[in-house]
Nanobody
Framework: QVQLVESGGGLVEAGGSLRLSCAAS????????MGWFRQAPGKEREFVAG????????YYADSVKGRFTISRDNAQNTVALQMNSLKPEDTAVYYC????????????????WGQGTQVTVSS
């Protein structure tokens, strides 16, 4: 069982930066693939970034590639999403999610979810 708690959302102007953090409970955190997803009003939840349980091989949605960076610290049971050059279209609720071992970009494949944190980018 894994419990996830996100923090770090807020309001920022276009071109600005935010750093989201996700704190996880559970002794086997290091065996979980971690992903960040987002959901804007009226839209489906979409994959943003993911990182394997080893901490290597990060993967990004094309819309955020080059602007967002995902990282994890297995010793601290945390995963972070550094978001730079933010755009108004990045506005959404951002969710941290976890699944065992095998990487996926499909929201339905993830077993554990945080409560979400709002990111709003003004133009």
């Amino acid at each position: 069982q894994v419990q996830l708690v996100e923090s770090g959302g807020g309001l920022v102007e276009a071109g600005g930066s935010l750093r989201l953090s996700c704190a996880a409970s559970g002794r086997t955190f290091s065996r979980y693939v971690m992903g960040w997803f987002r959901q804007a009003p009226g839209k489906e939840r979409e994959f943003v970034a993911g990182i394997s349980w080893t901490g290597g091989e990060p993967y990004y949605a094309d819309s955020v590639k080059g602007r967002f960076t995902i990282s994890r610290d297995n010793a601290q049971n945390t995963v972070a999403l550094q978001m730079n050059s933010l755009k108004p279209e990045d506005t959404a609720v951002y969710y941290c999610a976890a699944r065992m071992l095998v990487f996926s970009t499909t929201p339905g494949d993830y077993s554990y979810w945080g409560q979400g944190t709002q990111v709003t980018v003004s133009s």
